[in-house]
């Protein structure tokens, strides 16, 4: 399984950014997508996922609700996440990660779920 992370970039506190997981090496619909992400000096943080499968079950992790929406693009094999009305607080490195599994309640915020890793992309908001 190997991930793509992209869309990085800078903006300003209230801006957009659209952030995109590329996954290869396996059947898209085999695997589950998350979000993670780390800012300098703290601990990486969960940030949205989705269970592979019908319905479309979505995780979030609490300051992104109502912010981020995680979609799947199943035609180009990409995980998608919307960010909206950033915040200086989301400054961060951010990883999608999978598995071949499918993320549970009890499950899907420890990075121990997923042991596949993309390479990380930037985003930075300034204030």
């Known amino acids: 399984v190997q991930l793509q992370a992209s869309g990085g970039g800078v903006t300003q506190a209230g801006g957009s950014l659209r952030l995109s997981c590329s996954v290869s090496?396996?059947?898209?619909?085999?695997?589950?997508i998350a979000w993670f992400r780390q800012a300098p000096g703290k601990e990486r943080e969960f940030v949205a996922a989705?269970?592979?499968?019908?319905?479309?079950?979505?995780y979030y992790g609490d300051s992104m609700k109502g912010r981020f929406t995680i979609s799947r693009d199943n035609a180009n094999n990409r995980q998608n996440l919307q960010m909206n009305t950033l915040r200086p607080e989301d400054t961060a490195v951010y990883y999608c990660?999978?598995?071949?599994?499918?993320?549970?309640?009890?499950?899907?915020?420890?990075?121990?779920?997923?042991?596949?890793w993309g390479q990380g992309t930037l985003v930075t908001v300034s204030s």
């Open positions: 990660a999978a598995t071949t599994g499918n993320p549970i309640s009890s499950t899907y915020r420890r990075s121990s779920t997923y042991p596949y």
């Open positions: 090496g396996v059947t898209f619909g085999s695997v589950a």
């Open positions: 989705m269970r592979k499968g019908g319905g479309s079950v979505t």
